[in-house]
């Protein structure tokens, strides 16, 4: 699977994006490098049955690559949305 070039909003968040995703992923219980926390992919990827490999992987269905992606993708967004639920119950009055 190619690496994207993503483009964020701010710039120079991708570090703490970064650091983000392995502390989601760590406390799925993957086992995450800090230096390299896009690697947790493969684990998830091997965890869900789908065989990613560095590399091409034009074998792939989408289907497969998108249960990898949104099983790290989703559980990112859980938590941005728990810790968004927790700022606005801590400023209600």
Known sequence: MARRNRKYAVPGVE???????????????FAVDP?????VKYEVAKELGVPLRPG????????????VGG???GSMVREMV????????EREP
């Open 35 to 39: 230096n390299r926390p896009d690697d």
């Open 15 to 29: 570090r703490g994006m970064q650091s983000f995703k392995a502390e989601v992923m760590r406390r799925e219980g």
């Open 71 to 73: 099983r790290i993708g």
């Open 56 to 67: 091409a992987n034009g074998d792939l269905t989408t289907e497969s690559v998108g249960q």
């Open 82 to 89: 728990r810790l968004a639920q927790q700022q606005l119950a």
